[in-house]
């Protein structure tokens, strides 16, 4: 009973938890320019135990009601047609925190992938997840594989959820599989470019990521999507993620829309 009632405080504290996929035409979305959106946006999911200590609740129950958050920010990226959305969950470097706080997290995972399964299948999401996979539990991995096959054929919002990942580990593992290939001579040194690379990447088959947004005040990659990111372009805010809203998530694409995106070259009208 009073994990129940603690659990209703954290989602109250966090936001909405009846917020459904917004229309075309919401008032949440005025004034966004949908000719400038980004194709595929990641988030760096950070701040949950600061809000925790700012509500005077433990670290985990930050982490609870963050999965309130990003449910509401996938629903935002559906209503807004995006390709992609690829969120930081858990890197390779998380295991360093308390036993106790990575039991709970992959419980956590568990337990809310187990609860949303279907209603992820609904939205006509496609999930992957990417990072060494092979590392965590193995009912969370049975977890993610059937989630995966279950929205193999979905055609909505790519999302990708990092578990377990690192970009440098992800590059290594990538030249690694390259270097076999070599090896076994099925490809050549000289056949190596950018798109073999690209193709073995665990987010193959997405576009590059065009907006990296990150919550908390923090200003670093943190490891994440180090080549996807070469040319995206970045959005920082103080907000800690649990408080992280559909309209936050929707100014982000505004001052997206407003960036001067020219890959290297330059802007007719700036040269």
Not at 196 to 218: F, K, W
Request: charged residues 25%; aromatic residues 8%.
């Amino acid at each position: 009973m009073i994990k129940k009632i603690l659990s209703k405080a954290v989602t109250s504290l966090a936001g909405r938890d009846d917020f459904e996929i917004p229309e075309h035409d919401s008032p949440l979305f005025a004034e966004i320019d949908w000719d400038k959106l980004p194709r595929h946006v990641a988030v760096i999911m950070d701040g949950n135990g600061r809000w925790g200590k700012e509500h005077s609740v433990l670290r985990t129950a930050g982490h609870s009601a963050g999965v309130g958050t990003l449910k509401n920010i996938l629903k935002t990226a559906i209503g807004l047609k995006l390709d992609a959305l690829t969120v930081y969950a858990f890197s390779t470097e998380n295991w360093k925190r308390p036993e106790t706080e990575v039991n709970f997290l992959m419980n956590l995972f568990y337990e809310s992938l187990k609860k949303e399964l279907q209603e992820l299948h609904e939205d006509n999401v496609q999930i992957h997840f990417i990072g060494r996979i092979d590392g965590l539990p193995e009912s969370l991995q049975k977890q993610m594989h059937e989630a995966e096959d279950l929205m193999k054929n979905n055609t909505g919002v790519k999302f990708n959820v990092a578990v377990n990942y690192g970009g440098q580990d992800e590059l290594v593992r990538a030249v690694k599989k390259i270097a076999a290939d070599v090896q076994a001579g099925k490809i050549s040194p000289e056949a190596i470019d950018e798109t073999l690379v690209e193709n073995s990447l665990d987010t193959c088959g997405n576009l590059p990521v065009d907006l990296v947004i990150r919550t908390s005040g923090d200003m670093r990659l943190s490891n994440f999507l180090l080549w996807q990111a070469a040319y995206a372009e970045f959005y920082f805010t103080d907000v800690n993620w649990p408080d992280f809203s559909p309209e936050c998530f929707v100014d982000a694409m505004k001052a997206f829309a407003n960036r001067d995106r020219r890959f290297g070259g330059l802007n007719d009208n700036k040269k």
